[in-house]
């Protein structure tokens, strides 16, 4: 099978990759600055302050004035954003394409010439304890997630939100913002992607010009605490909120990723998600849902591109009327059965299906192409990520089954139930 992407791709002496990948379905462009650095690389102090310094990269630089990035990019009829996930760092703009140059430069000269004050960080801070508030405290279920992480991860950084904690976000101050910029934001710690109406000819003469002269620097190795074992233990979280008017269930399971522990059960895990919860025509909905009528609505995830392995999950939605135990055992016997018997050549079959029409509405669309490369910050090679519809198509029955045997066999490492108050 050909690529998916077919990116074209360039490495400059200082280390900076690029990758462009063409799209003419429109005169636009997705630019992604992508820096390899996430919460799980933030010091043990200092947890968030990833996300924080995603907040002053929009401060302003030595030529840009203070909170002028995002005016600039609306001026030019553009949109930008960016977010810190526990692994990476991403800062994202849609524009048309004749200001593809403009977008590049901006994003050169703050990587190199960021530029804030004592008094912006602590203005900053406030807002980032009020996005805090908005996200953990006042959210129904924001506490509940935060004791569930802990639950799912008691070492590894994986178990701390990316926002942080409180007395986190208050240890912030100027040095330690300008630390973190500049020990992790450096030309050989990033990935410009591009997607959309271009070509690597036209981009990399552009990126060369603003970014050529950017100097590399040596880049911490990633270091996070081991996680370890679990000892059978499932701890369960049981929250009841009146602002909740649903009945939400939750497993979760430890499991293998791309590159630590059994990884070849990671492209049959891909597979099984999909078939346990990937949409409203598998026969888990189907069963459960439709025909027995016990839930609203069943889900499964599984994000197993991490850096390092976080969990498979099961969930469902059920109404206040319905039955919690009936549906617990109801769901305990049909994967009870699939660890035993499998799944059917025709679940398969349809799972492989849904996943590669997936993949060709990503490859439609500029800012998804964007969010597949991310990727690259947990240990994916782009020859790995051309090659995704080939890894699928290659699951056998016999695959899926040792998968979830591996997975499913084993108690849950934590459940979450959330109930109307």
């Known amino acids: ?9 360039h490495t400059l002496p ?41 907040h002053m990269m929009f401060k302003g630089t030595k ?25 990476y760092t991403i800062y994202e703009t849609d524009i048309a394409k004749e200001y593809l140059e403009l977008i590049l430069k901006l994003e050169a000269d703050r990587m190199a010439n960021l530029s804030f004050t004592e008094e912006e960080i602590k203005s900053e801070k406030d807002v980032v304890f009020e996005e805090r508030r908005m996200r953990v405290e006042n959210h129904p279920f924001g506490q509940a997630y935060e004791v569930l992480l802990r639950a799912l991860s008691w070492y590894h950084p994986y ?46 003469p552009i990126v060369e010009k603003y970014f050529g002269s950017l100097p590399s620097r040596p880049i911490p190795k990633r270091q996070r605490f081991a996680e370890p074992p679990h000892q059978g233990i499932t701890q369960h979280i049981e929250q009841r909120n009146p602002r909740n008017s649903l009945i939400m269930l939750n497993w979760y399971y430890i499991a293998p990723n791309h590159r630590v522990g059994e990884t070849q059960h990671y492209y049959p895990l891909i597979v099984l998600s999909q078939i346990l919860g ?29 850096y390092e392995p976080r969990p498979f999950g099961i969930s469902a939605t059920l109404s206040p009327d319905m039955d919690v135990a009936i549906f617990k ?14 799944v059917s050549e025709e679940e398969l079959r349809k799972a492989k299906r849904d996943l590669l029409a997936q993949l060709a509405f990503i490859r439609d669309g500029n800012n ?39 997975v499913l066999s084993q108690l849950p490492i934590a459940t979450m139930d959330l109930y109307p108050g």
């Open 159 to 204: 178990g701390i939100p990316p926002i942080g904690y409180p007395h986190h976000i208050q240890n912030y101050s100027y040095e330690a913002v300008r630390n973190h910029y500049k020990t992790w934001y450096t030309p050989n710690n990033a990935i410009v992607i591009i997607a959309g109406k271009t070509n690597l000819a036209e981009v990399k």
């Open 368 to 406: 998804s192409t964007l969010s597949v490369f991310t990727s690259l910050s947990s240990g994916f090679t782009i020859e790995q990520i051309e090659k995704w519809a080939d890894y699928i198509q290659a699951v056998t029955l016999e695959n899926v089954h040792a998968a979830a045997k591996a």
């Open 63 to 87: 030529n840009v004035p203070t909170s002028e990035f995002k005016k600039i990019i609306l001026q030019h009829g553009g949109s930008t954003n960016a977010a810190t996930s526990f692994d």
């Open 278 to 306: 990937g949409n409203s025509t598998t026969e888990f909905y189907r069963l459960l849902v439709e025909e027995k009528k016990l839930a609203l609505s069943v889900r499964s995830s599984y994000e197993g591109d991490s």
């Open 14 to 54: 200082n280390g900076l990759q690029i990758i462009v990948v063409p799209n003419d379905i429109a005169p636009i462009v997705s630019i992604g600055i992508l820096y390899k650095v996430g919460t799980a690389d933030d010091p043990l102090p200092l947890m968030g302050i990833s996300h924080f310094l995603e």
């Open 329 to 342: 055992q109801a769901l305990a016997n049909y994967l009870k059965d699939i660890v035993e018997k499998g």
């Open 1 to 9: 099978m050909a690529g998916i992407f077919n990116p074209e791709v």
